[in-house]
């Protein structure tokens, strides 16, 4: 069985370029999140999606922060223009439903120089 | 809206000894809890979860958490532990509420066993 699936695992850039983190979740499952984690603030989630929609946003740090899920099998995160401070480890799970466990991907780290 | 505690930040044991990591929680409405596991450079693996019944859980890898309502706890233990069983333990509830309910995690506990 395919876990949920983030590319690339690691990305090096400098402050004002575009970032895009990939995430491919688990066939089947209807329910997409995207987690950041840093040592300051532990685990927060970002976004949440239900059947490709965008349900809960509250957690998107500011407008240099979006999130797209296109189909049942891809959703992307973008962050234009990067900072320093958005260095951290990017986290995308899935579930079959929004009250199911959830399984995560190994994570993108991101550095932004 | 609700918080978990994690007051060990890294508990040191040595291999085939019992650990506990403390979990608290706080909570104005009934929860559901659950522990997670990240080893490193990987993410987040559930372990066990807590939806109804039976206080004591048991999960993967040998670990079991007990639910205590009246201390608001949640916590996971094992009563002899692996090398393998290095990484970031992390606990995290949800409320029982209809609609999306966020997982909100504490700030996890790392486990180092040593030979």
């Known amino acids: 069985d395919a876990g949920v699936i983030q590319s690339p695992r690691h990305e090096v850039t400098e402050m004002g370029q575009e970032v895009t983190l990939r995430c491919k979740p688990i066939s089947g499952h209807n329910s997409l999140f995207w987690y950041r984690q840093t040592m300051m603030r532990g685990l927060e989630l970002l976004i949440y999606f239900n059947n490709n929609v965008p349900i809960d946003d509250s957690g998107m740090p500011e407008d240099r922060f979006s999130a797209k899920m296109p189909n049942a099998s891809f959703s992307t995160l973008k962050i234009q223009p990067s900072e320093p401070r958005d260095s951290a480890v990017y986290f995308c799970?899935?579930?079959?439903?929004?009250?199911?466990?959830?399984?995560f991907g190994d994570g993108t780290r991101l550095s932004i120089l | 809206a609700q918080s978990v505690t994690q007051l060990d930040s890294q508990v040191p044991v040595f291999e085939e000894a019992p650990v506990e990591l403390r979990c608290n929680y706080s909570?104005?409405?009934?929860?559901?809890l659950f522990w997670y596991v990240q080893y490193p450079n990987q993410g987040l693996q559930l372990l066990l979860k807590?939806?109804?019944?039976?206080?004591l859980v048991k999960g993967i890898n040998g670990f079991e958490a007990e639910f205590n309502k009246s201390q608001t706890s949640f916590h996971l233990r094992k009563p002899s532990v692996h090398i393998s069983d290095t990484a970031e333990y992390f606990c995290a509830v949800r409320s029982m509420n209809t609609g999306f309910q966020k997982l909100v995690f504490g700030t996890g506990t790392r486990l180092l066993v040593s030979p």
């Open positions: 799970a899935s579930s079959l439903d929004s009250d199911q466990p959830q399984h």
């Open positions: 807590y939806l109804s019944g039976s206080t």
């Open positions: 909570s104005s409405v009934s929860v559901y």
